[in-house]
């Protein structure tokens, strides 16, 4: 969903070069002309519309999917009647994989028939009350779903049965932890997620997690008292008669702040990091969301196969468990870099609005790859400008030849750790189109060449060599082809003030295990390979690069 909250001057700037042994076959191939499985996904869009309109740059670019063609919102994906589904039909024409998608967590009062099903919906706080989320600027009341709630579960199942019955190849389920933050009235210091469903699940665990405890162990390890104890001979839900957390939180003065470090169950409790489920995060949160999550996606796969005879793709927004790709949205106050002001890793470098081509992202795109890694296997790690944030603003507000720049350079940047940039078409908030700005011939020409050679960039991982450049700022890195032993150096030139700055003729050194027989260079930059001088031995290879722009690919 989306989140509120002429020439150029030639010198320093960034550029990537790959170097691949040799060249896979075409991906296999489905039904519909495109590739048969999102490990064969290399060109990935992100468009999104409301359920009833299409976006035709999508069949313009020709990726190989986009992140999530259509947008469940409120009520509108209530009905297959609010859907336009014949476009299904054209996206397969052109070989195109379609993610239908929704939000899994906003919801508004006109969703749903009486106010109190709506409360029963509704994430609640430490006082039992529903958490309005006013930060997102809607004219309408909103606030956050309940996922420990089975008939919230069952209202998400009940519009994913819909897509799937329209003929998506896909969904993506976004935001679907989003319901734990406290949001702007509890400066969003975790007061979220209090609901008598999940305190009755936190007793559960507890029951779980300390089978053999004693009534007097549960009053010196947690502080509870007799009047509150947690008890194996009442039912775990019975909140009236069996431990009631909320009283817990409010006679030790956290019900304001519940996550507060001296509450004792709070570790128990855990603190929930929207759109990430942390493989190693085994918190009573995480232990029952990755469950419910899971029971989720296991339905609407067995629903495919029930209804439609065929599987269907599954992704959410961020790093998850049980999906067939990984889509993670770029955004401020991310988690994945620790930084002073918390806004975590910059995805988009901007600076006095130009585009910071100098800063690197391989440690960020590599993060997210082997943070993936351990949470959902390796599934594609695709990351897209999400919004409207401050991202996506500041990308919007780039000059055109920046806006290509950013793509050529951390676009680039993506692929050369094993990670898919979603190229930006269209949003549902009005923003400008990619046609708008003048971005679709250059997109177009660009994914064209991705696409051509998606043998060297699909299905690969980080390598454990070194490589060496014989220049400064260019990024290296080396990467490995799960199933064929291929590998790849990739180069990626940091040297840029508002415009590129290319490097000319520097050498190449890395480890690569065993010696290629022969090397070739290809570019979004060159108009035909190349095949550079190289020398290797005893895994050592060693090579010159006659010029960078800003990707190559030997």
């Not at 029971?295 to 999906?323: F, K």
């Not at 106050?333 to 100098?358: I, K, M, S």
């Not at 050369?416 to 990619?434: C, E, I, Q, R, W």
Request: proline fraction near 6%; charge should be negative.
């Amino acid at each position: 969903m989306p989140r509120r909250s002429g020439l150029l001057r030639r010198s320093a700037s960034i550029v990537a070069v790959a170097l691949a042994v040799s060249v896979q076959p075409a991906a296999a191939t489905g039904a519909t002309g495109g590739p048969a499985r999102a490990e064969d996904f290399v060109v990935y869009a992100f468009s999104q519309s409301d359920v009833h309109e299409e976006d035709p740059q999508v069949y313009e670019l020709d990726p190989d999917t986009t992140i999530r063609a259509i947008g469940k919102w409120s009520t509108a994906g209530d009905e297959a009647a609010d859907y336009d589904f014949a476009q299904i039909g054209r996206y397969h024409a052109k070989g195109i994989t379609f993610m239908g998608s929704g939000t899994a967590s906003v919801i508004f009062p006109k969703d749903f028939a009486t106010a109190e099903i709506f409360d029963d919906m509704s994430t609640r706080d430490a006082n039992g009350d529903p958490v309005p989320h006013d930060e997102f600027g809607f004219p309408e009341p909103a606030r956050r779903g309940n996922l420990f709630n089975p008939r919230y579960r069952e209202y998400l199942l009940s519009w994913a049965r819909i897509q799937v019955d329209g003929g998506v190849d896909g969904l993506n389920f976004d935001e679907i932890n989003a319901g734990f933050s406290g949001g702007s009235k509890y400066g969003f210091n975790g007061n979220e997620g209090f609901d008598d469903y999940a305190i009755a699940d936190f007793n559960r665990y507890l029951l779980a997690k300390y089978p053999t405890f004693t009534a007097a162990e549960w009053k010196s390890r947690f502080g509870m008292t007799d009047g509150n104890l947690l008890r194996r001979d009442v039912p775990a839900g019975d909140l009236a008669v069996n431990f009631n957390y909320r009283d817990y939180l409010r006679a030790g003065g956290w019900n304001l702040d519940p996550l507060n470090a001296a509450n004792p169950l709070a570790p128990e409790w855990g603190r929930v990091v929207a759109n990430r489920m942390y493989a190693e995060d085994t918190s009573f949160t995480a232990t029952y969301i990755r469950r419910y999550w899971k029971e989720i996606v296991d339905e609407m796969r067995a629903y495919a196969w029930r209804t439609r005879h065929r599987g269907i793709l599954i992704s959410s927004n961020g790093l998850w468990p049980y999906v067939d790709l990984n889509s993670v949205g770029m955004y401020p106050w991310n988690p994945d870099e620790q930084t002073p002001d918390f806004r975590g890793a910059d995805y988009v470098p901007v600076a006095g609005g130009h585009l910071n081509g100098a800063k690197s992202l391989q440690s960020q795109y590599r993060y997210l790859k082997e943070r993936s890694a351990r949470i959902a296997g390796h599934v594609p790690v695709v990351v897209f400008i999400d919004w409207p944030n401050d991202m996506m603003t500041s990308y919007l507000n780039l000059p055109l030849e920046e806006k290509k720049d950013y793509w050529r350079i951390f676009g680039a940047e993506a692929y050369a750790n094993g990670v898919f940039p979603a190229f930006h078409l269209k949003d549902t908030v009005g923003s400008p189109t990619a046609t708008d700005l003048g971005m679709m011939d250059f997109f177009k020409t660009y994914t064209r060449f991705y696409k051509d050679h998606r043998a060297i960039f699909r299905d690969n991982a980080i390598g454990a060599g070194a490589v060496r450049v014989g220049v400064a700022g260019v990024a290296a890195s080396l990467l490995e082809q799960r199933g064929t032993g291929r590998r790849s150096i990739h180069l990626v030139n940091h040297n840029y003030d508002q415009g590129i700055a290319p490097q000319p003729r520097f050498a190449v050194q890395a480890d690569v295990g065993s010696c290629p027989r022969r090397v070739s260079l290809i570019s979004p930059d060159l108009p035909s390979p190349k095949s550079p001088a190289f020398s290797c031995r005893h895994g050592k290879l060693t090579l010159t690069v006659e010029r960078l722009d800003y990707y190559n690919i030997i």
